[in-house]
């Protein structure tokens, strides 16, 4: 018999020993070391809303619960610390499963967390459910020295950029929801819905030069992330769809009717890009940047003025005349 | 149409300006201020399991959700601050059953929160699911001047002390789990188990006091608890049951065969009673405190060597030679 307090002492010993933590895991609430973390971010993901056992393996949704707390911390500039992890699990508990999750997450913390930072389990709660498995996970992390990005410093003028490409986890996740095509043709894409790579080391670089003005992760997809920034720092803005590369092979799943390309790559979420505004002053230290570290940097657009509203052209560089198929996490009636 | 973002702006709005955050609810993380909160817990409420529909309003479940990191913050001789919550909720959402839980929240917050604490929502995350309500709420809080008070501080000789009576909580819900007795009889019971009050201002002053060497809430029970103090301090304890008020109405219940009175005072969870060690030399200021303070304090025993192991005496002075039904949180065959 494995009880709650065993399953988190395995989860505990599958992490290096926490750093900024006298006191981890095994009392009443976890105590940081004073002043060693200023960011908290919490994300939940739910079994059949946010993954299936079918399409993902245990080992994927640990990967994914880490990178989206990841993708959120590098989306202010900052590092990752910390993390405490609440599970509700159905009874009785697939401990192969519980330890799969454990496996994705050590994963994903080593091949997605820079060396400079440490990522470690700090506390955690394990509850019965009589239904879907529920994750949910929060994560401390550290701003820059140079101070959080938040979303609502962006001004006209800025440029706007996007590191990596939108709408790879979307097809993905169409490819394994289509009858119509074999997965295993797309495991690219497949796997960019299963192991998506948010940019934890370029976030914290980022924050560290001081280059965007504002930035945001697009885990709920291109424009509706384009329209938190407009919202918090109330302005508008240009995107230009058509600066956006599409793989031949989301243009193939396309012809076979598996889904919209553009809604993919403008209303797609959980790919964990970084979608960030810059002054134009800033650009070029962004483009030596993105030379020296390898980066995939598009320009797509510029903010402009409020009344301007949010402007699209689409992959055709036409105006987008249509409501994109966006990215949904909830909505009540 | 009630968006996810809609539903966390109203929890924002019930509850004061967050204090000790420079960002809280809108951007990717939230930003602390510098060396403000150096607790963290992290506790979740799964309905079915920890609260059932037809036995807790839905104020009841955001009360219980609060007090229950209320509680691990005061366990730890804090104060409570910013708090951040995940809701997995049912399609459609019942508007009125989530206002209801921010409400709860607000009047737990007000009730068991002392005016030299705020509390606030600092963050938070709504999905959809298909199963039962998930609720997990992480808080951070901040440990007094003169550290935290661990667990693991014990020491031979140490008098084990605990501030308010455990067991009422259980009785509460075996009132409501019977058909055998009327509820409304045993509203105070009923109610202890719906609104649990932990001693949020006796935590935060306890610890400030330097008055226990270590201290745990009975969120598991008296027994299991006890456990993880002997566990983390390595020692033995001889505890005595008998030095424990028993309500008449919780004896009452036990002649209807509602359940072992016994049982609920050793081993039921989720009063929040705190349950500490104290130095001998330190009780007499423990006592002053209960005085000036109106607290209810029950010397139940000692700590002794680890060689010793729990013993324990029961509600009838003898020792007790069977296995307490205890609080379960989990198991896994």
């Known amino acids: ?13 599958a992490f290096p020993p926490p750093e900024g933590l006298s006191i981890g895991i095994g009392d009443d609430a976890a105590v940081l ?11 939940t993901l739910v079994e059949g809303v946010h993954f299936r056992r079918e399409w993902c393996e245990a080992t994927d949704v640990g990967w994914k619960s880490l990178a989206a707390n990841l993708s959120d911390i590098a989306a202010m500039g900052g590092g990752p610390g910390a993390f405490f992890l ?32 440490e990522v470690s389990a700090g506390g955690g709660d394990i509850s019965q459910t009589s ?6 996970l929060t994560m401390l992390g550290e701003a820059s020295p140079a101070g959080p990005v938040l979303r609502s410093n962006a001004v006209p003028g800025d440029r706007i950029v996007v590191l990596n490409t939108p709408g790879r986890a979307a097809a993905g996740l ?4 289509s009858d119509a095509v074999d997965a295993k043709e797309y ?38 992330d384009m329209g938190h920034i407009l919202n918090a720092s109330e302005v508008g803005a240009r995107v230009e769809g058509f600066q956006l590369p599409v793989a031949e092979s989301m243009s193939e799943l396309e012809d076979a009717e598996v889904g ?12 964990f890009c970084l979608l960030m505004t810059v002054p134009p002053a800033r650009m070029p230290k962004l483009w030596d940047m993105a030379r020296q570290y390898g980066w995939e940097v598009h320009d797509i657009g510029e903010i402009r003025g409020p009344e301007e509203g949010l402007q699209v052209l689409g992959l ?10 966006q990215f949904r996490h909830f909505e009540a009636s």
Chains 1, 2 share one sequence.
Request: proline fraction near 7%.
């Open 86 to 117: 609440s599970l509700a699990l159905p009874d009785p508990v697939d401990l192969a499963w519980v330890e799969g999750l454990w496996t994705g997450m050590q994963e994903a913390s080593r091949v997605l967390v820079p060396d400079s930072f």
């Open 131 to 136: 239904g879907p498995i529920v994750i949910t």
């Open 187 to 224: 495991e690219e894409l497949v796997r960019a819905y299963r192991r998506p790579c948010p940019e934890v080391r370029a976030g914290g670089l980022l924050g560290l030069a001081g280059v965007p003005s504002s930035m945001i992760d697009t885990s709920d997809g291109l424009l509706q």
């Open 174 to 177: 169409a490819v394994l929801q």
């Open 1 to 13: 018999m494995t009880t709650e307090f065993e399953l988190i002492d395995k989860l505990s010993a």
């Open 33 to 43: 070391d004073p002043g060693r973390f200023d960011l908290v971010t919490m994300d």
């Open 316 to 325: 055709d560089g036409k105006p987008l005349d249509r409501q994109v198929d």
């Open 260 to 271: 919209c390309v553009e809604d993919w790559v403008l209303g797609g979420g959980e790919d």
